[in-house]
T-cell receptor, first 115, second 110 residues
């Protein structure tokens, strides 16, 4: 089955620093990957759609300069949280779909804590 | 109106009983519907997908879709304590993005 690997699973960083989260499709090529954020006891909120070889599409209200997305290959998308602040602390999850298939596979998520 | 709506619960069901989870969606052209299970602190995992009207069964799980009523449901038979989790309904939107409901917290009581 389709597997999406996300790394790191947990990260603690200081305010003002940047954090990079990686999302890899291990056994399939993903032209599109999605980045979600989830706050405690809330549902997943789509942040952006990452397209291989082109700019990401951000959802309304998501700062593109703060959440930098790079999708340089068909198997890797990265999310960089720049100048992180405590309010950026959240659970970040990526997902990918196999081209031509409506199924979506999720990574294991990254718990970001900004202190 | 939210694109995907669920009763947030919590829903409590005795062990061995049937748990019924409901979801409605607003976009009539939606074609793909998914149920995910999420344990606390973990990522969602796909339980069922359904694309056409009617029932789809997989083990103890049955997904039901009624496009005319814009309604999707998930039935869990012979509920087990390990089924206790948050269940997320998701719908594939026009832009091929997965839109989630707010989730229903299910507790199975031994």
């Amino acid at each position: 089955g389709a597997v999406v690997s996300q790394h790191p699973s947990r990260v603690i960083c200081k305010s003002g620093t940047s954090v990079k989260i990686e999302c890899r499709s291990l056994d399939f090529q993903a032209t599109t990957m999605f980045w979600y954020r989830q706050f405690p006891k809330q549902s997943l909120m789509l942040m952006a759609t990452s397209n291989e070889g082109s700019k990401a599409t951000y959802e309304q209200g998501v700062e593109k300069d703060k959440f930098l997305i790079n999708h340089a290959s068909l198997t890797l998308s990265t999310l960089t949280v720049t100048s992180a602040h405590p309010e950026d602390s959240s659970f970040y999850i990526c997902s990918a779909s196999i081209t031509g298939n409506y199924g979506y596979t999720f990574g294991s998520g990254t718990r970001l804590t900004v202190v | 109106q939210k694109e995907v709506e669920q009763n947030s619960g919590p829903l409590s069901v005795p062990e061995g009983a049937i748990a019924s989870l409901n979801c409605t969606y607003s976009d009539r052209v939606s074609q793909s519907f998914f149920w995910y299970r999420q344990y606390s602190g973990k990522s969602p995992e796909l339980i069922m997908s359904i694309y056409s009207n009617g029932d789809k069964e997989d083990g103890r799980f049955t997904a039901q879709l009624n496009k005319a009523s814009q309604y999707v449901s998930l039935l869990i038979r012979d509920s087990q304590p390990s089924d206790s989790a948050t269940y997320l309904c998701a719908v594939n939107s026009r832009a091929q993005k997965l839109v989630f409901g707010q989730g229903t917290r299910l507790t199975i009581n031994p």
